[in-house]
């Protein structure tokens, strides 16, 4: 099963009272669609994106996909009259089996989050369809000729944002009957519903709106600023001279050469990380020196593990982490991937949320210098 993301970007934003598309304009320094395209581009379930945009905007998402190396969006798509025209022509662009997986996301639900994604995603592998929604807060009234015609009980409605997930032979049934019938849905997911299939409405936080109006700009710009303003973030050195004894490991990778004598099992970039998890509380390395301590444990994976529990003790969880390697010896470029792969697993973070920098100089043993930010969990 693959998993291939139709972002809908087309739109004329009408609503939000700009003179640009919406999802062009900038927030705290970044464009809305960035926001949702580093979403997607982050999660490792997700294959492919394809984004839907209007002729004469094309280059401009070209360039903002390009300065933001999301390496995930293959296609561009021109848009229709309609978003559920812009859609299916997504849906049409596809090169997929009947039960791969279509995504189709507003470009303008920048607050989804990846367990909500990936709860949809799941849903959609097993009933077919599912939709992302949450129960209706407001009391909503049936009205005729501008009168109450009665009440809709508020505990049988939800309202459905993005994404509206299905399997790829489901999707294209659903869209190419609506385009034959002239039939234009209110969402994606009503498509299915009218070949009398069941769609999985799988809940999500009241977070996860579509920006449409200007007081949702607003909304969401307050929202983004105090992500910023709670973003904090360590720094943890570790070095060592070399002595021929055993293996080089860094970053929990056994490298082909010798290291030196040092504590624990010599791993100075999993030291040099534990520091920056524990500045980024405030505390000191010593802290977690004396934990581990504490708790017997003398190598360096504990150490990272003691370090982040007190992380998520405090009510944070690990963003991304930047790691640079100076070496005098051996190369380490080829082991670059294995490293940022074995630290993302341990940090539990995505591989792509871990950047690891190497370089050889002659005068110094092994040394690394680890930077980490972590956000409100």
Request: with cysteine; hydrophobic share 40%.
């Amino acid at each position: 099963m693959r998993v291939k993301a139709v972002i809908a970007a087309a739109g004329n934003s009408s609503r939000a009272g700009l003179q640009v598309n919406k999802l062009l304009y900038n927030i705290h320094g970044k464009p809305i669609i960035a926001y949702t395209l580093e979403i997607f581009q982050k999660l490792n379930c997700v294959d492919e994106i394809i984004l839907v945009v209007k002729k004469n905007e094309q280059i401009i998402f070209e360039k903002i996909v390009e300065d933001y190396n999301f390496t995930k969006v293959t296609k561009f798509v021109i848009g229709g009259a309609t978003r559920q025209d812009s859609v299916h022509n997504g849906i049409e662009s596809l090169e997929a089996e009947p039960n791969d997986i279509v995504l189709i996301h507003n470009g303008s639900n920048i607050f989804v989050t990846p367990d909500e994604i990936m709860a949809v995603i799941i849903a959609a592998d097993r009933y077919g369809a599912s939709v992302l929604g949450f129960p209706a807060k407001d009391t909503v009234k049936q009205y005729r000729k501008g009168f109450v015609d009665h009440t809709v009980p508020r505990s049988e409605l939800w309202q459905v944002q993005t994404p509206q997930v299905m399997k790829y032979k489901l999707a294209k049934e659903a869209f190419d009957k609506a385009y034959t019938d002239g039939f234009q849905g209110t969402d994606d997911v009503s498509l299915v519903e009218r070949l009398d299939k069941k769609v999985k409405l799988v809940k999500c936080s009241y977070k996860n709106f579509k920006i449409t109006t200007r007081g949702d700009l607003e909304l969401a710009e307050a929202m983004l600023l105090k992500t910023i303003q709670d973003i904090k973030r360590g720094i943890g050195q570790d070095s060592q001279l070399f002595i021929e004894k055993e293996p080089l490991v860094l970053g929990g990778v056994t490298i082909d050469d010798k290291c030196c004598e040092a504590n624990s099992d010599e791993d100075v970039v999993l030291h040099a990380l534990s520091d920056a998890l524990i500045s980024a509380i405030g505390k000191g390395s010593a802290y977690v020196e004396e934990m581990c301590a504490k708790y017997g444990i003398n190598d360096s994976k504990g150490y990272v593990k003691k370090a982040l529990e007190f992380v998520k003790r405090a009510g944070y969880k690990v963003a991304n982490v930047a790691i640079r390697i100076e070496t005098k010896r051996p190369t380490l470029e080829k082991f670059t991937p294995y490293m940022e792969r074995a630290v993302s697993r341990l940090l539990q973070i995505t591989d792509n949320a871990v950047g690891i920098t190497t370089i050889n100089r002659k005068e110094l043993g092994v040394q690394a210098l680890a930077v980490v930010s972590i956000i409100p969990s």
